[in-house]
């Protein structure tokens, strides 16, 4: 047998070739790894294009379409306001009207005029608002006045800083000169900048080991945690001495709302034939009315009136309607000439007769003009004010109904005004098809339960029917029912029901009385409002801590009736 051969491996050219290909790749395997996970050491520049003015929100680069320099001053976009700072900032194209509206204050400007007005005094204006690409644009000393943020111009870098004065952030110190910045959390991602030793960031949001920061300069980025120590969070704001206390809403005799509403078709009650109200802290007597689509009303206010309520210590929040016309409304809310016609002749009735508030009551209005009618609530919410008065509007339940319903912005309504009353009850109307209660309690604490999401418990009014519906039913040769109703009041359909000696019993779905009597073939039915029906109502705004009630109408009710109201309001729970 043959000796093993003891000749070196290096003498085989085959095995030679092997381990210099099994080398090579591991040492590129290296080089690959090393260069993998190495930090990256490319400069990467954020903003590239220093020619057009690049804006900055808190963290996020909203490029250049949203803002525009000239001769050094900035402006912002229309659009960018409204969809970050100010979703009501209102543009009419019919007279290129800009107009912005807080709680107490009515600023409106036009395009390429310097001259302006904030609550309908004449202000000048360093700079105009510009139209551009049929876009408003808003000059920053403007947008810095108004509202809650700062604006600054970094020159360097042709970044424009804008910041949320109302926004608390936390800030950080790096720790060392030469702190990286890089464009993505990743050690191989490219370096945007680096800071000096304890130079001050803003911190948004912490991924894994990275914070994602904003320097001073407007440089945005993410920096390694152990590269910063943490500072305190700070709230941003204006000097206290500029801060105004907030009001909170008018609470008549610092009791519930106990409001009803005084129905005037013609001509005002005389004082000397009003009952006695009591617990009634606040009357709404339907006075004004659009008249035609230039913003003119209709006036049938009565001045003995109002000094007949303040002698008995109640408070009178007139009403001011729409007539329920779709069409009137549309083009009166569409005109801010019209708007601003029907704000001077409120303000002024408000002064001339002595009034407390002003109680906005649009119905059967368009889907399309929901933000209009919005907007004409903040118009005039800051004049009313103002004046010291108290602003409500009144509104339906939600529902699937356009014109009836969709045409509110609940939200929006109850976010500008001190009040919203909600008015809880047809819930079966007059041309229903069918039979029903006005309103039942459950449905009524049912859509009380979905308003409540859109309109906080303290500014909403429960409306109550003093009012129910006699209906007839009469059976057809088919054998089908044609249905028909007439509204009563409290003590007239009493009257009506003694009279045929109607059948009276307790139904437990509504959680009211029912009646219901034949007469010449056809069927009368009825679902009552009695005391017992109005103290469960007021449960309601004990059950979900309301601001109070509104009822529809006084002269409807039964003489006990504001007793009963009086009582179960003060009880406390």
């Not at 050094?72 to 509206?101: A, E």
């Not at 904003?214 to 704001?237: H, P, S």
């Not at 509204?487 to 139904?507: R, V």
Request: charged fraction near 25%.
């Amino acid at each position: 047998m043959k000796p093993f051969s003891k000749t070196p491996l290096t003498n085989n050219p085959t095995l030679a070739a092997v381990l210099f290909f099994v080398t090579l790749l591991l040492f590129s395997s290296a080089i690959g790894l090393w260069i993998y996970f190495s930090p990256g050491r490319q400069v990467v520049n954020p903003y590239p294009d220093m020619e057009a003015t690049r804006l900055i929100y808190e963290d996020k680069n909203y490029g250049t379409d949203e803002i525009y320099c000239e001769n050094g001053q900035i402006y912002l976009s229309k659009s960018f306001i409204k969809n970050h700072i100010d979703q009501y900032i209102h543009f009419d194209g019919n007279g290129n009207y800009i107009t912005i509206t807080t709680r107490d204050k009515f600023f409106q400007m036009q395009t390429n005029e310097l001259s302006a007005k904030i609550n309908d005094k004449a202000t000048e204006l360093l700079f105009p608002p510009k139209l551009i690409n049929d876009e408003p644009f808003l000059p920053a000393d403007i947008i810095n006045e108004i509202y809650p943020v700062s604006l600054e111009h970094i020159k360097d870098y042709n970044l424009v800083i804008l910041e949320d004065l109302n926004r608390n952030v936390l800030q950080g110190y790096s720790k060392f000169e030469g702190a990286i910045i890089r464009k993505s959390p990743d050690l191989r991602s490219g370096i945007i900048n680096r800071l000096k030793e304890e130079e001050l960031v803003t911190i948004y949001q912490e991924q894994d080991d990275w914070y994602h920061i904003r320097t001073k300069e407007g440089f945005l980025g993410y920096i390694r945690t152990q590269d910063i120590t943490l500072k305190e969070v700070k709230l941003r704001g204006k000097k206290e001495k500029d801060k105004k206390p907030l009001i909170p809403p008018h609470r008549p005799l610092g009791e519930p709302i106990n409001l009803t509403w005084e129905h005037v078709i013609r001509e005002t009650p005389s004082p000397d034939n009003m009952p006695s109200l009591p617990g009634v802290n606040v009357i709404s007597p339907t006075w004004f009315h659009l008249r035609n689509s230039s913003g003119e009303l209709i006036n049938l206010a009565e001045k003995s009136y109002v000094e007949w309520a303040h002698d008995n210590n109640i408070k009178v929040w007139a009403l001011f309607s729409n007539n329920f016309d779709p069409n009137l409304t549309s083009d009166f809310l569409r005109d801010p000439a019209a708007r601003k016609n029907a704000i001077y002749q409120i303000v002024l009735y408000s002064e001339i007769y002595n009034l407390d508030g002003i109680n906005l009551d649009f119905e059967n209005m368009y889907l399309k003009d929901r933000d209009y009618y919005t907007q004409f609530v903040r118009e005039l919410t800051p004049f009313l004010r103002e004046q010291g008065l108290s602003v409500s509007v009144d509104v339906t339940f939600i529902s699937l109904s356009e014109n009836w319903s969709m045409s509110y912005d609940r939200a929006a309504l109850a976010e500008t005004v001190d009040y919203v009353m909600v008015m809880a009850y047809d819930e079966h109307w007059g041309s229903s098809p069918a039979a029903g209660s006005v309103a039942s309690l459950p449905w009524v604490e049912n859509n009380l339960q979905k308003i409540l999401e859109k309109v906080p418990n303290h500014k909403l009014v429960l409306g109550i029917p003093f009012y129910t519906r006699l209906w007839e039913e009469k059976k057809q040769e088919d054998g089908s029912l044609t249905v028909s109703s007439s509204a009563h009041g409290m003590k007239g359909i009493s009257n009506i029901l003694n009279k045929h000696d109607a059948e009276i019993t307790f139904d437990e779905k509504t959680q009211q009385y029912y009646a219901e009597y034949i007469e010449n073939g056809k069927k009368y039915r009825t679902w009552l409002e009695t005391k017992e029906s109005i103290k469960k109502r007021l449960e309601l705004v004990h059950k979900y801590d309301l601001a109070g009630i509104a009822s529809w109408r006084r002269g409807f009710e039964t003489e006990d009736i504001w007793e009963i109201i009086k009582d179960e309001l003060s009880i406390q729970r």
